[in-house]
């Protein structure tokens, strides 16, 4: 079983900028595509963005580059979601997410615990 743990959740100021991580024992995430989910209380869990493992290459979909960049750090076993210029409508609980492939094309098969981001003043 894929165990993903996020961090770096908390209260951000509108208009800032924030960064979430997300790493996994026993699981080389380096080997595998992966992205980041975020979810509001009473919505379905929305696609961020998914960083394909073969070619480097990320999926942002609709305006998501806007203000979410994927990165990865192999060294550190490490996806970050970097968020920028956040707004109060951006507060949820974002997920990591793993599709099991080093491409995003079929999407994810789990996800990690999630982490609370919060966007107010």
């Known amino acids: 079983q894929v165990q993903l743990v996020e961090s770096g959740g908390g209260l951000v100021l509108p208009g800032g900028s924030h960064t979430l991580s997300c790493t996994a024992s026993k699981l080389r995430l380096g080997d595998y595509a992966m992205g980041w989910s975020r979810q509001v209380p009473g919505e379905e869990r929305e696609d961020i963005g998914c960083n394909n493992s073969d070619d480097d290459s990320t999926f942002y979909p609709g305006s998501m580059a806007d203000r979410f960049t994927i990165s990865r750090d192999d060294t550190r076993n490490t996806v970050y979601l970097q968020m920028k210029n956040l707004k109060p409508e951006y507060t949820a609980v974002y997920y990591c997410?793993?599709?099991?492939?080093?491409?995003?094309?079929?999407?994810?098969?789990?996800w990690g615990q999630g982490t609370q981001v919060t966007v107010s003043s």
């Open positions: 997410a793993f599709t099991g492939r080093r491409s995003c094309a079929r999407g994810y098969t789990s």
